[in-house]
Structure formats: structure tokens, C-alpha cells
């Protein structure tokens, strides 16, 4: 069930007290749809309702726009979160069993959305004039290292094979989404080009 209180604990916690956030939060063991419903998906709608406001105040550019404005990026972006970060789980949870760690998806879940929180609250300070981008930056420089924190944490990812199990992660998610996007890519093209002649 969805606990606006705790979720703003989770947030502030995840930039203030990191740490002490995570190994609290972990050591509940929460299943991936609690972490979903308590973390994720509310900390996407904040950061897509707060750059949407900031975009309105300064006139900038609406980062979570997709094209259409406001209400259908509060549908798309925090499904698009669930399936970016889920994969990013999956690989990282199935790399630690490989590592000496363990294969745990909740778990794995868990650490990557805790690790998430600065690169969203830095994506929705984006419209921010002249800072906004630097903002941004910061926020996905941070998760990226709060990732390779947590991962020990939740996962058991051996200390002497941290490194590789991290660095094999990144890669491997990055292939994985080129992938992806070449599929859907070329399904776009050939419905357009369908379309185009009349097929």
C-alpha cells in the first residue's frame, strides 16, 4: 500500500543519509512491487510534476515531455522507469549469482531504485535555466556511483570482483538497450514504410 510518508522518508533518506537509508530499507527484504509502489513509481510522478512546474515558471524545455505534455508523460515515464530499472536489475542481480554474489530480483531492484533517487530528482531540477543541465549531470554521476555502492549491499557482490561485476553490468544494460532500440527502430521504419505504400 502506498505510504506517502514513507516514501518522502525514503527520498530525503536516499539523498541525505544514503547508507543508512539503504541498509534499513534492504534489510526489510521488500518484494519489487513494494519498492515499485513505495519508490519508484512515486519518485518518477514527483520528478515528472516538479520539472513540469519549473519548466512552466522559467519557459524551459519540458525534459519529460515525450512530445505530448503532461499527462500522458505521468503514464509513460514511470513505465518507462519500471522497464528501464527492472532491466538494469535483472542484469545486475544475474551478474552478482555469476560473481560470487547472489541472484536476488527484489533485492536487486530495491538497491537500483535507491540508486536511482539523485539521477531523478537531478532530471526534474533539468529545467532549471543556466544550472538545470549541470544539475542533471550531477544527479546521474551520483546514482551511477550509488549504484556501485549498493550492489555489495544488496546483492553480496564479493569486494575483489565489484569492479568487474559493475563494469560487465553497465555494458552488458548498454548493448542490451542499443538492441532494443535497433528492434523497435526497425519495427517503427517498417510499419512507416508499410503504411508509406500503402501496405
Do not use: C
Not at 72 to 83: E, G, K, Q, Y
Not at 126 to 135: C, D, Q, T, V
Not at 175 to 193: E, K, P, Y
Amino acid at each position: 500500500m502506498f505510504d506517502p510518508k514513507r516514501t518522502f522518508e525514503l527520498i530525503s533518506g536516499g539523498l541525505m543519509s544514503p547508507a543508512a537509508t539503504w541498509e534499513r530499507y534492504l534489510g526489510q527484504n521488500p518484494g519489487w512491487q513494494v519498492t515499485a509502489i513505495q519508490l519508484t513509481v512515486p519518485l518518477v510522478v514527483l520528478a515528472v510534476l516538479v520539472g513540469w512546474i519549473l519548466s512552466a515558471i522559467f519557459g524551459t524545455h519540458f525534459y519529460w515531455g515525450y512530445g505530448h505534455g503532461l499527462v500522458l508523460s505521468l503514464i509513460i515515464a514511470p513505465i518507462a522507469a519500471l522497464l528501464a530499472l527492472g532491466l538494469m536489475s535483472l542484469v545486475v542481480s544475474f551478474l552478482a549469482g555469476q560473481f560470487g554474489g547472489q541472484f536476488d530480483f527484489n533485492r536487486g531492484f530495491a538497491g537500483v531504485s535507491l540508486a536511482a533517487i539523485p539521477s531523478y530528482v537531478g532530471s526534474a531540477l533539468g529545467p532549471i535555466p543556466w544550472i538545470g543541465w549541470l544539475l542533471s549531470l550531477i544527479g546521474a554521476i551520483t546514482s551511477l556511483v550509488f549504484l556501485y555502492k549498493i550492489i555489495p549491499l544488496a546483492l553480496g557482490v564479493p569486494e575483489n570482483r565489484r569492479v568487474l561485476h559493475f563494469i560487465v553490468a553497465l555494458v552488458l544494460v548498454f548493448i542490451v538497450n542499443v538492441v532494443l532500440s535497433l528492434i523497435l527502430g526497425f519495427g517503427a521504419a517498417t510499419r512507416t514504410s508499410s503504411v508509406t505504400m500503402g501496405g
